[in-house]
């Protein structure tokens, strides 16, 4: 017994807490809950199972909401000509430092460099104008799950790698109108999403022109608060006018027999919601995974001495069959070599949302011992009713995460009237803050330079509104969201 206290001592060891260093602990967790491995080229990573079940799961209930709302998957080629990029000036300047090139293939030099897919609005502006010829193709609404690379200076597994994997939405409308709902909708789908099946709350705003996307008129975002008080950009929907469509030729012919340019959408989240998910959940035991996309929602743990091992496992066996039957992600642990103890810290560490544990005292009254991960409340239910249980303690499980990040978030959450109000705020806490701004590129400017934060969007709900710029003193044009970011 001892010994098993020892081990589990130990494996706690293994994580770095969170005040001590959060950076270290969100690599200890990663590296420890075996989410991936470091590849060999310089910021990538190799995505092992239970993240890239993460990952598939995430694609499930995104690929039901964008097929709910018309839109229908394709895909394009990850390699874009050199003279795509330069038709959007905007386009390739915001994207120039980070572009991969290719200008070999088959030993001989190519006539034009080819770019390694950064985002595909050239691609798809280029096929689109091939498509559409009349207002009867509007609006088409595509989507692509693909990988995309941009060489980042400095990376962090799943929040920025130089490869990663993404969904892009592009869609072409008839008039700005059309297209704005679009981009609303898809921005409130995004919210949905996070706050419904990731348990993570999320405010939405308008990025400031400084921060939108290169070659949008206009960008939108959804901003989450990490457990460090940093903001990670969990989504983002853009409304790009018809600077694509002028450059790409896009037409149609309108109801009056008239050519008219088309309006253009495009908006996405990638793999950095599994590192955001991580962030904003987890705590010094380990992950802590929203169940909607858990790889594993329930593990099943038989206890007790060998004698009457088969029994138990037999039982456990049919359990586990009627649970999955009912459609719960659960796996069963029988392995002799490994104590009970070490196995409640293992499930603990990679986040699993529900622990079940049967044992011969267990099998005599025909009940069950529940666990929650995130409570560690434990519940003793009957057998005959555990599939009721499990699906209700997996709803209570979400709003608990969800509601335990929001206070979280609000705890960390205040509104300051000056830059010197605001920079003390970073000294002594951690967070976002509130503020006016004058719309002045030098005074957003100015914040960052003085408190590494930056704005990371304007709000459409803020809780308080400001009336004077934090920098300058002059009347505010918006309110606007400050803080640091990953």
């Known amino acids: 017994m001892s010994n098993d206290k020892s081990k589990e001592k130990q494996f706690v060891k293994d994580i770095t807490p969170q005040s001590e260093d959060f950076s270290k602990w969100y690599l200890d967790v990663i590296k420890k809950a075996d989410l991936m491995s470091y590849a060999p080229v310089r910021g990538c990573i190799v995505f092992k199972p239970d993240s890239y079940e993460i990952w598939e799961n995430i694609q499930k209930e995104l690929d039901i909401r964008f097929k709910e709302t018309g839109h229908r998957n394709a895909y394009f080629p990850l390699f874009i000509p050199e003279s795509f990029l330069q038709k959007e000036k905007d386009h390739i300047e915001g994207f120039n430092p980070e572009l991969p090139w290719v200008t070999e293939a088959g030993g001989e030099k190519l006539e034009e460099r080819l770019a390694i897919r950064p985002t595909s609005e050239t691609m798809i502006g280029h096929m689109y104008a091939q498509w559409i010829n009349s207002y009867r193709d509007l609006p088409l609404l595509i989507n692509q799950w693909a990988n995309v690379v941009r060489w980042e200076k400095r990376t962090q597994p799943f929040l920025r790698t130089t490869e990663f994997l993404w969904q892009e939405g592009h869609t072409a409308h008839e008039d700005e109108a059309d297209a704005r709902r679009e981009t609303m909708q898809m921005l409130e789908i995004y919210k949905e999403f996070a706050e419904n099946i990731l348990a993570m709350p999320v405010i939405l705003g308008q990025k400031t022109p400084s921060e939108k996307f290169a070659g949008a008129v206009d960008t939108f975002s959804l901003e989450a608060m990490m457990k460090d008080g940093k903001a990670v950009q969990a989504g983002t929907s853009h409304y790009l006018g018809t600077n694509f469509a002028v450059a790409f030729d896009i037409k149609y012919l309108d109801r009056e027999n008239q050519h008219q340019f088309c309006h253009t959408t495009s908006w996405g989240v990638s793999t950095r919601l599994i590192g955001a998910l991580i962030m ?207």
């Open 280 to 486: 904003v959940h987890g705590d010094d035991r380990g992950l802590v995974l929203p169940p909607k996309v858990a790889p594993t929602q329930l593990i099943m743990i038989p206890i007790g001495p060998p004698k009457s091992r088969e029994l138990v496992i037999g039982r456990v066996d049919e359990l586990h069959k009627l649970l999955k039957q009912a459609g719960v992600r659960v796996k069963v642990d029988d392995r002799a070599d490994q104590s009970p103890g070490w196995k409640f810290n293992e499930y603990e560490m990679r986040g699993v949302p529900i622990r079940l544990e049967l044992g011969p005292r267990d099998m005599e009254n025909g009940q069950v011992v529940l666990v929650s991960r995130v409570s560690g409340e434990k519940k003793v239910v009957a057998q005959e009713n555990l599939v009721e249980e499990v699906q209700n303690m997996l709803a209570e499980i979400h709003q608990q995460m969800f509601d335990k990040a929001k206070q979280f978030r609000d705890d960390n959450f205040t509104a300051v009237d000056t830059l010197d109000e605001f920079k003390l705020f970073l000294e002594q806490k951690r967070g976002f803050a509130l503020a006016g701004w004058c719309g002045s590129d030098a005074c957003e400017a100015q914040v960052k330079e003085e408190t590494g934060a930056t704005s990371r969007n304007i709000p459409f709900e803020p809780s308080v509104r400001k009336e004077t710029c934090l920098v300058c003193a002059e009347k505010a044009v918006h309110t606007v969201l400050f803080g640091k970011a990953y």
